[in-house]
């Protein structure tokens, strides 16, 4: 099992700025890739970025420029600094984890954090 702790967010003015942090735990045996996904009301789950353990990133069209992911591998940390907030990044952000289990049928399990509310105001 693997849990994942998030941090961060808040309520920010458009052109604002935040960062969100997630942190995993648990009987990790590799996590690739850790990322962040949003949901906003009434809108179905997205990808927002995520990296590799090699550190190779992918965002989504509508934050690039904007939104910087990054990754320490020795903390199981996964940070996402957005910057230029807009009103339509409002949304609850949600860390996910692939996770490798050799022991398990179900190699690579998606764990999920909690969620964290982002709230963006114009």
């Known amino acids: 099992q693997v849990q994942l702790v998030e941090s961060g967010g808040g309520l920010v003015q458009a052109g604002g700025s935040l960062s969100l942090s997630c942190a995993a735990s648990?009987?990790?045996?590799?996590?690739?890739?850790m990322g962040w996904y949003r949901q906003a009301p009434g809108k179905q789950r997205e990808l927002v970025a995520d990296?590799?353990?090699?550190?190779?990133?992918n965002y989504a069209d509508s934050v690039k420029g904007r939104f910087t992911i990054s990754r320490d591998n020795a903390k199981n940390t996964v940070y996402l600094q957005m910057n230029s907030l807009k009103p339509e990044d409002t949304a609850v952000y949600y860390c996910?984890?692939?996770?490798?289990?050799?022991?398990?049928?179900?190699?690579?399990?998606?764990?999920w954090g909690q969620g964290t509310q982002v709230t963006v105001s114009s």
């Open positions: 990296i590799t353990s090699g550190g190779t990133t």
């Open positions: 648990g009987r990790i045996f590799r996590i690739n890739p």
């Open positions: 996910n984890a692939h996770h490798y289990q050799p022991f398990s049928s179900t190699r690579w399990v998606d764990y």
